[in-house]
Nanobody, 120 residues
Framework: QVQLVESGGGLVQPGGSLRLSCAAS????????MGWYRQAPGKQRELVAE???????NYHDSVKGRFTISRDNAKNTVYLQMNGLKPEDTAVYYC??????????????WGQGTQVTVSS
């Protein structure tokens, strides 16, 4: 019903930058929230950043001041600009969305994940 396609992961040196993108498609009437979680080996998945329809954002404390989340409502796309990357940011990053379907049901979906590796 809702598909998320992520792009932008890769290998970067400490201090470098990456930009992740995630586009949602499907039977979407309205998107409430889009965001990113990440999961490092041996650790639990954690919220990195999310953005509500009105523009309110939430960030994990460890990324505040370095990462910026934004969205293009017309394109149903969310972006995560990651600057000042650190080795501890290495993880698989998952996009998620919570939407209202045309059937008037709420629906949460996840992307397939994109690897971000920060290493010299």
């Amino acid at each position: 019903q809702v598909q998320l396609v992520e792009s932008g992961g890769g290998l970067v040196q400490p201090g470098g930058s990456l930009r992740l993108s995630c586009a949602a498609s499907g039977s979407i009437s309205m998107i409430y929230t889009m965001g990113w979680y990440r999961q490092a080996p041996g650790k639990q998945r954690e919220l990195v950043a999310e953005i509500m329809r009105g523009g309110t954002t939430n960030y994990h404390d460890s990324v505040k001041g370095r990462f910026t989340i934004s969205r293009d409502n017309a394109k149903n796309t969310v972006y995560l600009q990651m600057n000042g990357l650190k080795p501890e940011d290495t993880a698989v990053y998952y996009c998620y969305s919570r939407v209202l379907l045309f059937t008037a049901q709420d629906f949460t979906s996840w992307g397939q994940g994109t690897q971000v590796t920060v290493s010299s």
